[in-house]
């Protein structure tokens, strides 16, 4: 999304990453100039997806580019209301699907019943207003909400190598030979 509304371009985002420069725009944004339909409703379990929603998006920008008679690639006047909608969206997609899986995790006696705890890490743990949401899920269910710093959130494939290490050094599900193993791609 923030490649497609030309952030970069934007005089107060040109340095920023693209999620950042989208939650900086939404803290002066108006959300409920744009509304969104929420991905997957009709799908009753854990799952995320984000596409049908950047289809909306994609297709709400041409639409405000026409309006406002501009070209791709220059900024609309209604950026920061536009960046506040899919934060929102965002965001409430979010935390519905968590919603979901800790209900299943309770449900099916996965969690301990006293002090579970919700681990948020990734760029969206970077993120204040999701994570603000994701707080108030976790004190309405009795959870803690556990997130890293910012700092330590903005890689995702750093995190998968650091659980790479932990897990080679507990021994855990880690093969020593790959002979026989095939591999096909989907």
């Not at 985002?13 to 997957?40: D, V």
């Not at 995320?48 to 006047?77: C, D, P, R, T, Y």
Request: overall charge positive.
């Amino acid at each position: 999304v923030a490649r497609r509304l030309s952030l970069k371009r934007h005089p107060e985002c040109h340095s920023m990453a693209g999620g950042k420069a989208i939650e900086h725009l939404a803290q002066t944004g108006n959300q409920e100039l744009l509304t969104f339909r929420l991905p997957m409703q009709h799908y009753r379990n854990c799952d995320f997806s984000f596409s049908g929603l950047q289809n909306l998006v994609n297709n709400a920008i041409v639409q405000k580019e026409k309006e406002e008679g501009i070209q791709e690639g220059e900024i609309l006047s209604c950026v920061k209301d536009v960046a506040a909608a899919v934060q929102h969206a965002v965001a409430v997609h979010i935390i519905q699907r968590t919603y979901r899986a800790m209900l299943f995790c309770i449900k099916n006696s996965i969690l301990p019943s006293k002090n579970a705890t919700l681990v948020v890490s990734g760029g969206v743990a970077s993120n204040q207003y999701i994570q603000k949401g994701l707080q108030n899920l976790a004190d309405a269910n009795d959870f803690a909400l556990l997130c890293p710093p910012p700092r330590l959130c903005t890689d995702n494939g750093v995190m998968i190598a650091w659980n790479g290490i932990e897990r080679l050094r507990a021994g855990l599900g880690v093969l020593h030979s790959t002979d026989g193993i095939r591999y096909e791609p989907r």
